[in-house]
């Protein structure tokens, strides 16, 4: 059993967004430590990671609203903080918190207000949005709860149609239905407009169905970053019987990034091709008599738990890319 | 309220087949039921990636797909439809094929061999059992009946 050598680089020309070793500190705590992150163009790319890995940090230097201690991140090619302009024009962003500097306008107002400095708002398109969101556009802003605050960000977001949307939380705070209507509406959304997306989450189950990109967040990097067909392509979850006892993974080479054992039965998650790794179990005496693909958030799942156990086995000699 | 779309398609997150391969297989069964007709048209990829709240990309790849197979065809800037030439019978045993697939998938995984499994379908459908599961059950056993695809 070896540790498994997740992708954590993708092969793409010229992403929408990328990262370069950044760097963020907050006093002593490093909420970034070397994030190379890569978004292609037309991606809808999920971010995941537990609370505190850096996820909403990452967003926010992105748009320029935290500046980083090291490292480069660009946007469309150009750096958000020599260019915060012209980066913003182009995203559309539903942040965490609700900010409350807009306090006491009324939703209709704050509206009209982004619109103004949008010059390409639809005012067509965020009509039908207030709309089907049934957005309470007469009531006071810092009077909204949760859920109503984020479908008024999901108006301001989408209505001027930006090439890229960058989505923190976009389903928190709404009740079953309104998730999947925002989640109908993200969708009708990318059919209509060309859009590059980069959603943070720790709901993977609801990015299920619209992922295509994988990144998985840990201490303020990437422990694995990949499209989504290589995860179903390379890691499957394998139920085996060893009819001898014998553990059919000590020793094989295999990538195992979870295991589970119930008497004779055992459940390994492995990263690697399917035939080989079936090759393998079964020349080690066990019985495979499961090979399936995960879910995304399986996978996510699995992932962030490899880590930590790997993190832990490995911690008194750093990888390459920790020092 | 008008239905959203004009075929009941229906997929599962947790299912092992990748949503795209999902969507073939409902539009499949939507066609080998009688629920879609020869020169129907399909929903279009915005109204089926809205419904179900799935990446537009997955949907215009479940139809790429169909449309490869023969299925269904294209027009351009009128939306894809179903081929009035399509095979239906071959479709149905393409299906039955599937289902015999998942089941038989399932008796491995709890460790049933092939014969064990067609003895006991054989058992339930001739008057056993009975229920819910006997239809699927029924169909599952079609391969071994029609040989012709094995």
Redesign the interface.
């Known amino acids: 059993m070896i540790r498994p050598t997740m992708p954590v680089r993708l092969d793409v020309e010229s992403p929408v967004v990328e990262t370069t070793g950044l760097v963020k500190r907050f006093g002593e705590t490093a909420a970034l430590s070397g994030l190379d992150l890569q978004v292609p163009e037309g991606a809808v790319y999920v971010l995941v990671g537990p609370n505190g890995a850096g996820k909403t940090t990452a967003l926010r230097v992105l748009l320029d609203l935290l500046r980083p201690d090291a490292g480069r991140a660009e946007l469309f090619g150009m750096e958000p903080r020599e260019r915060p302009g012209e980066v913003r024009a182009r995203i559309g962003y539903v942040p965490e918190r609700q900010d409350f500097h807009y306090g006491w306008i009324r939703v209709r107002d704050l509206i009209d207000h982004h619109a103004r400095y949008h010059p390409r708002w639809d005012p067509g398109y965020a009509g039908d949005l207030i709309e089907e969101l049934e957005v309470p556009t007469d009531r006071k802003y810092a009077r909204l709860s949760k859920g109503q605050a984020r479908r008024v960000q999901l108006v301001l977001a989408l209505a001027h149609r930006p090439p890229l949307l960058l989505l923190d939380e976009p389903t928190d705070g709404l009740d079953p239905v309104g998730k999947k209507k925002v989640l109908g509406l993200v969708a009708d959304h990318l059919a209509s407009t060309p859009t590059t997306v980069l959603v943070s989450t720790h709901l993977v189950y609801e990015a299920e169905r619209l992922g295509d990109h994988l990144g998985v967040m840990k201490e303020g990097r990437l422990t694995a970053q990949l499209p989504r067909e290589k995860l179903r392509d390379r890691m499957h979850r394998y139920l085996l019987r060893t009819p001898d006892g014998r553990d059919p993974v000590e020793g094989a080479d295999l990538e195992v990034l979870q295991r589970k054992r119930a008497g004779r039965e055992l459940q390994l998650t492995v990263w690697g091709e399917r035939s080989d790794v079936v090759g393998r179990l079964e020349q080690a005496g066990a019985e495979v008599r499961e090979a399936s693909p995960l879910s995304l958030e399986e996978s996510a799942l699995a992932l962030l738990g490899a880590d930590e156990r790997s993190a832990a086995r490995t911690r008194r000699e750093p990888t390459a890319a920790e020092v | 309220m008008a239905d959203e779309t004009d075929v009941l398609v229906e ?1 599962q ?2 299912d ?1 087949r ?2 795209y391969v999902q969507i073939m297989d409902e539009i499949r069964r939507a066609i080998v039921v009688g629920g879609l007709d020869g020169d129907d048209p399909l929903p279009s ?2 109204e089926l ?11 215009s790849r479940a139809y790429r797909e169909l449309e490869r197979d023969g299925l269904v065809y294209v027009r351009r800037g009128r939306g894809t439809f179903v081929s009035p030439e399509a095979d239906r019978e071959a479709d149905r045993r393409r299906l039955a094929r599937e289902v015999a697939e998942r089941a038989l ?1 399932d008796a ?2 709890h ?1 049933l061999t092939a014969e064990e499994l067609v003895a006991s379908i054989r058992a339930v459908s001739d008057g056993g059992g009975g229920g819910d599961g006997d239809r699927a059950q029924r169909r599952a056993n079609q391969p071994t009946e029609g040989r012709e695809e094995s």
Not at chain 2, 49 to 59: E, G, I, K, M, R
């Open positions: 997929i997150a947790d092992a990748p949503i990829v915005r990636a809205s419904s179900l709240q799935v990446n537009p990309n997955t949907v998938r491995r995984r460790s």
